[in-house]
């Protein structure tokens, strides 16, 4: 009632998990390691995105579940630090943290369950009874809070008013896919943008073992190591292996990984110190000796280049992308010009904030469809009739356009194009 309802407020509360995720993942990097590998973190996912839609700032606003889920893992981490001093306060907050990060976005669930069992493995192997019966309590009480808190949405949050959809398929079609295009796709995006991550991922896990071996008591710090380690590498191996091959949930083990790609430059470029690295490499070039320094320099210009070429693509495709006002133009003639009882089919859900007509949007059966014909099985049929609900106008838009939902309704020659505005065509039904 405060702001209204709009795309600028939907958006507000994404950009505040952003931006608290960010500050969280620093919190955490520098009780890891230290204040300036923190900074090169930020540094590094501010600087270097992968690709430009999956900058922090892009995707930050993006209403999507990955930022938030994040910030809630990230809290259960950060909270976990605390939990030497103070086991049951923190503990507590930490379950609490982790079991909202569960309901916030189901995909977490196996990766963080992941992260949770290597450090009592670990544990346990090392015959550390304490640090393991302690996690494990936790990941009890976390399931325990996700249970509690889906029974409280069920019963007094969900309204038996609103339509339930059974969406069946979708984990076949986004989670659990092994079509060899979709595996090789895949596979194709984790070694053009993935190596620095990979890179971290090694170099974390070698001194995890190591410290380890050599510890005789484990520091938070460690376990939270081993946490990041854990949904870090399980994260990867699924978006390779079965996982639909989007850049979007390629984001959530980059963004976590983040801290040990910084700390690994860190220790190949002694400090940050640029200048004796590149002379280091341009040394063991030219005298084709591999000792020394040399290595590590050459290492860590193969994980700078692996970085900075995509981040200059993404900023020339972000630079080249043009803004305009055509939503806003779209939905004042689409307010101004359809009538309060006629029906307005669309599948582009971001007119729905400003639209002030009645509209129809595609059952999320359909979602399923699309993706299953459009990055599995292409030879997949589509089966939705957009004339079911007797639309008067039919709005495609990008999304529209990508998914091909309505060429055959246009192609029936049952709407008249009226209007093109931007990217959005808007079409009149014919009368009979």
Partial sequence: KLFGVGVVQARIVIVLFTIASLLLLYVITRRLYDRTIGVATIVILLLFPAQWGMHPFI??????????????LLAGYACFLFTEKRPALWGTFAALFWGVALMTKLQVMPFWIASMLLPIILALL??????????????????????????????????PSLPKFDVTGLTEVSAL??????????????????????FGFLYATRQTIMNYRQADRTTTREVVSQMLIGIVGTWCAWYTLLSVGWARYALPPMFLGAPFVAALLYRLTDGFNLRATYASAIQ???????????????????????MFV?????????????SDDSLTEATQ????????????????????????????????????????????????????????????????????????????????????????????????????
């Fill in 59 to 72: 995707f930050g606003r993006m209403v999507l579940g990955e930022m938030p889920s994040l910030f809630y």
């Fill in 126 to 159: 090392t015959r550390r009874w304490r640090i393991a019966g302690f996690v494990v309590l936790l990941l009890v009480g976390s399931l325990g809070m996700y249970q509690m808190l889906d029974f409280v949405k069920e019963t007094f949050i969900d309204s």
């Fill in 177 to 198: 896919v092994v079509a060899p295009e979709t595996r090789f796709r895949a596979l194709r995006f984790l070694i053009v943008f993935g190596i620095p991550t990979l």
């Fill in 284 to 306: 063991a070039i030219r005298t084709r000796t591999w000792r020394g320094n040399g290595t590590p320099a050459l290492l860590a210009l193969l994980i700078i280049t692996a």
């Fill in 310 to 322: 995509p981040a200059l693509r993404s900023l020339y495709l972000f630079s080249s992308v043009k």
């Fill in 333 to 432: 003639f689409l307010n101004t010009t359809v009538g309060h009882n006629d029906i307005i089919e669309t599948y582009e859900s971001q007119l729905f904030f400003l639209l002030d007509r009645r509209y129809h949007f595609p059952p999320p059966r359909v979602n399923v469809e699309i993706i299953r014909k459009r990055w599995v099985e292409p030879d997949s049929p589509i089966v939705y009739d957009p004339l079911a609900e007797n639309p008067n106008y039919l709005v495609v838009g990008g999304w529209g356009k990508h998914t091909k939902l309505y060429e055959g309704a246009l192609q029936t020659g049952a709407f008249r194009l009226v209007r093109s505005i931007g990217d959005y065509d808007i079409y009149e039904r014919k009368q009979d």
